[in-house]
């Protein structure tokens, strides 16, 4: 009797991905569950244990004491540890791809560039100064959720805005002017954003609001100012399209002013 060929290399391929993804899902067992090649089989404990409640199982025995905290657009760059020293001074994006909002318009503002509100900029966004998001996670880690207790959710968000009125805000303080270009990302022109805080509040949370922020406003522009010659204006645009129609919208468009 012949042995049959081994199957082709791609379909080997293919079994051994699945075989991979099937143990990375698979729920932690208790130890009295014995594991086989082709499947968990719980042994007898007193009671029979079914595979889908050995994760259960674990977990309760674990108890794992976890917190999640979604975060809002971070603009800034020190934090009062990082100004104490200009080498610790963090990275600042002002490209149309990964720069955040407030810190393009900021060093839009410092280097003459009219500040690109995309679409009617009626986009709703929440936002935070880099201070706070390092004094959330510290209020988080020192008051984790009891043992047992469910993921506690809290948002690391001062408050929210429109980016229109962000634009009108940062050139009414330096004088800059606002252009609209289309946008390149694939949204509503328009969105209302409802996002609660109170949890990092009654923590002891003193978020800086943007109303308030002209200091950090211009501590901001200082440090673009500084390192403008460093500043790539053709980086500006964004060029990541989210999809064919929003490239040819932007391409047919007037385009973006660079000052």
Same mark, same amino acid.
Request: glycine share 4%; no cysteine.
């Given at each position: 009797m012949t042995t049959p060929p081994?199957?082709?290399?791609? &379909?080997?391929? &293919?079994?051994?991905?699945?075989?991979?993804? &099937?143990? *990375?899902?698979?729920?932690p067992l208790p130890r009295h569950c014995r594991v086989t090649a082709a499947r968990a089989t719980p042994q007898r404990c007193g009671r029979t244990v079914a595979p889908a409640a050995a994760g259960a199982a674990a977990a309760a025995r674990t108890s794992p004491r976890a917190c999640r905290a979604p975060q809002g657009i971070v603009w800034g760059t020190n934090t009062p540890l990082t100004?104490?020293?200009?080498?610790l001074c963090n990275r600042f994006d002002y490209d149309g791809e990964y720069g955040t909002v407030l810190n393009r318009f900021l060093m839009q503002a410092a280097s003459g560039i009219p500040l690109t509100v995309y679409g009617t900029g009626g986009q709703t966004r929440a936002f935070i100064h880099i201070s706070d998001t390092c004094r959330c996670i510290e209020l988080?880690?020192?008051?984790?959720?009891?043992? %047992?207790?469910?993921?506690?959710?809290?948002?690391?968000?001062?408050?929210?805005?429109?980016?229109?009125?962000?634009?009108?805000?940062?050139?009414?303080?330096? %004088? *800059?002017?606002?252009?609209?270009?289309? /946008?390149?990302?694939?949204?509503?022109a328009e969105n209302e954003l409802v996002v *609660?805080?109170?949890?990092?509040?009654?923590? %002891?949370?003193?978020?800086?609001?943007?109303?308030?922020?002209? %200091?950090?406003?211009?501590?901001?522009?200082?440090?673009?100012?500084?390192?403008?010659?460093?500043?790539?204006?053709?980086?500006?645009?964004?060029?990541?399209?989210? /999809?064919?129609? &929003?490239?040819?919208?932007?391409?047919?468009?007037?385009?973006?002013?660079?000052?």
């Open positions: 081994p199957p082709p290399p791609r &379909r080997r391929q &293919r079994r051994r991905r699945a075989l991979l993804r &099937r143990r *990375a899902t698979a729920a100004a104490s020293d200009e080498r988080a880690v020192a008051n984790p959720p009891k043992k %047992g207790e469910r993921v506690e959710i809290l948002n690391q968000v001062a408050e929210t805005a429109r980016v229109r009125d962000i634009a009108e805000m940062v050139a009414k303080l330096f %004088g *800059a002017e606002v252009q609209q270009v289309a /946008n390149p990302r694939q949204e509503d *609660a805080n109170q949890k990092f509040k009654l923590l %002891g949370l003193e978020p800086i609001l943007l109303e308030s922020a002209d %200091g950090l406003f211009k501590e901001v522009t200082e440090i673009a100012q500084k390192y403008l010659h460093r500043i790539d204006k053709s980086k500006v645009a964004s060029i990541a399209y989210w /999809n064919s129609k &929003r490239k040819e919208e932007v391409e047919s468009s007037a385009g973006t002013k660079l000052g």
